[in-house]
């Protein structure tokens, strides 16, 4: 794919998102498979943290709405980027950010 096809394309995606914000995922990675990638569309997600357990090969956990986790490669910094200025989403600390579509109590 030429750079102005794909530049052309990022255009859309992003104009499709500020109509309908949950156009757009990332994609995971599940303990449970074997091999593929899963895409998780962004109003699921509860939080994302880069504090992950030792033992998970991961660098961010995405906790899902209804309990499900997945992994990913990518840093903090590349996903709030990403999420650009969807108000549904901020960055609370270091190493969390959260969906303020599912906060049901805060103490």
Request: glycine share 2%.
């Amino acid at each position: 794919m030429s750079k102005a096809i794909h530049e052309k394309l990022d255009k859309i995606l992003e104009k499709l998102r500020w109509i309908h914000p949950d156009v757009y995922s990332f994609p995971v990675n599940s303990l449970e498979m074997d091999s593929g990638i899963h895409f998780v569309p962004v109003k699921d997600i509860a939080y994302i943290t880069s504090d992950v357990p030792e033992k998970i090969p991961f660098k961010l956990q995405f906790a899902m709405a209804d309990g499900r986790l997945f992994y990913s490669n990518l840093r903090l910094a590349q996903v709030e980027k990403k999420l650009g200025d969807d108000p549904r989403f901020m960055r609370s600390q270091k190493s969390y950010i959260i969906n303020f579509q599912w906060i049901r109590k805060m103490d």
